[in-house]
């Protein structure tokens, strides 16, 4: 069974910065993208940046020059995140989408922006 696993979320001041890091695990598998997506307090799960084998990748246009989504290997994914807004408290999804279709979601970690 294949799992993703987030780290590095936590209480942030305005303009500061974060790192949130995903490992994928388990047997014979590899991701053809990663992403992460995040789900603000009353709202919708929302695209913030994926990744795609061979290196596209896409931002919202809410966090583009501020965030920065990276891959060491295969099967982690890394979002730098630059001058955060309290607007962007949120639980952050890393997602997997493996190459026979299936995706995959991590468990979630919380990130408030407040002074």
């Known amino acids: 069974q294949v799992q993703l696993r987030e780290s590095g979320g936590g209480l942030v001041q305005p303009g500061g910065s974060l790192r949130l890091s995903c490992v994928g695990s388990g047997n014979g598998f590899s991701f053809r993208a990663m992403g992460w997506y995040r789900q603000p307090p009353g709202k919708e799960r929302e695209l913030v940046a994926i990744r795609i084998a061979g290196g596209t990748t896409n931002y919202a246009n809410s966090v583009k020059g501020r965030f920065t989504i990276s891959k060491d290997n295969a099967n982690t994914v890394d979002l730098q995140m630059n001058s955060l807004k309290p607007e962007e408290t949120a639980v952050y999804y890393c997602?997997?989408?493996?190459?026979?279709?299936?995706?995959?979601w991590g468990q979630g970690t919380q990130v408030t922006v407040s002074s």
């Open positions: 997602n997997g989408l493996l190459w026979g279709g299936n995706a995959v």
